[in-house]
């Protein structure tokens, strides 16, 4: 512990999620508190009261997301601190051990993480999902395949496995007019109209619309261009942000972690990756079976499959536009599919020109350069020269002798991530990458989404 060192967005992030660990069977034992002030002391990673705080306002997956951009040795230090901490207590539960895990898939095997609203989702903890964007793959018929086996193997870790098509088999096993008649008790409200569209998406749902119409326009979670996957909840976790002198605002977040699956011996990957989290708990593992039924159910995740159907809201896509021309400084979000919704991103002048040339760079090839260059370097002076010549024109001429501002690149990233109505928010996110001797920060978005007016 220490001897590696981190900036202090690193150490925020840390902090992030040596909070979610110490919380996460609810009870916040001795060993782990004594653990915890070693770990912030100066012997340790020198985390201050004022970084501890700036974590509270952090969410799960962006914590994680800034420590996968730290090199390898770094990365190895974080995650056996985390390690070390669960295991302080003497004891490793579940909710300890699927941070663990999820960390290490993240740092050491490039795994993704996802923090949304924890109201939209409905999902419990230790669903381990499988997902993809199509249907009938070879990979889908090796699920149905290997699917009782591998609904066992996830249950003797204490989590469910949950398989789509296999979920829906449930409701078209029931009686057409007996469904309706349940879906008309648990909504009275609706047309008879919706009614038949909530019982037909019941009974026709796939892993693909599941990823595409709930899961990415109604939760907002990334998964357009994802292959063949699991996604497994973790945990839920607040995120706290003052809004007066006094007090302060909770925002929980539900977290996902995101693995990609590969075709080849999948049941034999798949078998490693349960066997690799199994080692990391030592609490007993109560395994239920569940039976199937041609009863409605409205619990686990049957409950929130048809919640996210009958109540879930969806949401757009959106492009980007720049508008620049004649001094503006607009920077807006219009609906793919209806010009007239538009939602303006408020940034200061700084702010504007610095994301105008991270979305520009990522178009053109890689991103905004983000090196620690020489002063008076020829590359310094062209970096600043690029990143003034758009300033200047939004900024009453005005010139900076720097544009590397994290604080500045972390207020566009929050802004961003608080506008829930984008479907596809996270492509705008700027993400920081690190390639060899190369550092840039880039957006995900292709050209077809982004526009330059000026």
């Known amino acids: 512990m220490g001897k590696v060192r981190l900036d202090r967005y690193q150490k925020i992030a840390l902090a992030r999620i040596v909070s979610d660990l110490i919380e996460a069977d609810f009870i916040v034992d001795e060993g782990e508190m004594d653990f915890y002030e070693k770990t912030i002391s100066k012997e340790g990673y020198n985390i201050s009261q004022a970084m501890?705080?700036?974590?509270?306002?952090?969410?799960?997956?962006?914590?994680?997301?800034?420590?996968?951009?730290?090199?390898?040795?770094?990365?190895?230090a974080i995650v056996q601190t985390l390690k070390d901490m669960a295991l302080s207590d003497g004891s490793c539960a579940h909710q300890e051990a699927i941070q663990i895990f999820a960390l290490e898939q993240a740092l050491d095997y490039g795994s993704r993480l996802f923090s949304i609203p924890a109201g939209e989702a409905g999902i419990d903890n230790l669903k381990a999902i499988y997902i993809e964007n199509q249907d009938n793959t070879r990979t889908d018929r090796k699920i149905k395949n290997d699917y009782a086996r591998l609904r066992n193997d996830f249950a003797m870790v204490g989590m469910e496995f949950v398989f789509i098509p296999q979920v829906v088999?449930?409701?078209?096993?029931?009686?057409?007019?007996?469904?309706?008649?349940?879906?008309?008790?648990?909504?009275?409200?609706?047309?008879?109209?919706?009614?038949?569209?909530?019982?037909?998406?019941?009974?026709e749902m796939t892993t693909s619309k599941f990823c595409r119409n709930l899961l990415y326009k109604k939760l907002g979670i990334q998964l357009a261009d994802v292959g063949p996957s699991l996604l497994i909840k973790i945990n839920e976790s607040d995120v706290v942000d003052k809004y007066g002198a006094d007090d302060a605002e909770r925002k929980s977040f539900a977290n996902f972690?995101?693995?990609?699956?590969?075709?080849?011996?999948?049941?034999?990957?798949?078998?490693?990756?349960?066997?690799?989290?199994?080692?990391?708990v030592d609490e007993e593992i109560v395994v239920h079976n569940k039976l199937e039924s041609s009863k409605f159910k409205y619990f686990g995740f049957h409950r929130s499959l048809f919640d996210l159907i009958a109540f879930g809201k969806s949401k757009d896509e959106y492009r980007l536009v720049f508008n620049l021309k004649d001094g503006r400084r607009e920077v807006l979000f219009v609906?793919?599919?209806?010009?007239?919704?538009?939602?303006?991103?408020?940034?200061?002048?700084?702010?504007?020109?610095?994301y105008f040339l991270v979305a520009r760079k990522s178009l053109e090839g890689g991103g905004l350069d983000w090196r620690s260059l020489p002063t008076g370097s020829a590359e310094q002076k062209r970096c600043l020269e690029e990143y003034n010549s758009v300033y200047r024109q939004i900024s009453h001429g005005r010139e900076s002798m720097d544009y590397k501002d994290r604080a500045q690149i972390y207020h566009i990233k929050k802004r961003i991530e608080s506008l829930s109505e984008l479907a596809n928010v996270d492509m705008f996110i700027p993400h920081h990458i690190k390639e060899g001797r190369m550092s840039f920060y880039r957006i995900g978005a292709q050209k077809e989404y982004i526009q330059f007016v000026d």
């Open 52 to 76: 501890l705080s700036e974590a509270k306002k952090m969410d799960y997956a962006t914590a994680v997301g800034v420590l996968k951009a730290a090199d390898g040795d770094t990365r190895s």
């Open 169 to 203: 088999e449930d409701y078209r096993r029931m009686k057409p007019s007996y469904l309706k008649k349940v879906v008309k008790y648990m909504i009275p409200m609706v047309s008879d109209e919706k009614i038949v569209r909530i019982c037909s998406e019941l009974c």
């Open 257 to 280: 972690l995101l693995i990609e699956l590969s075709e080849n011996n999948l049941t034999q990957n798949v078998g490693r990756l349960v066997e690799r989290y199994r080692a990391m």
């Open 335 to 354: 609906a793919v599919d209806d010009e007239q919704k538009t939602i303006s991103l408020k940034l200061n002048p700084q702010e504007t020109a610095l």
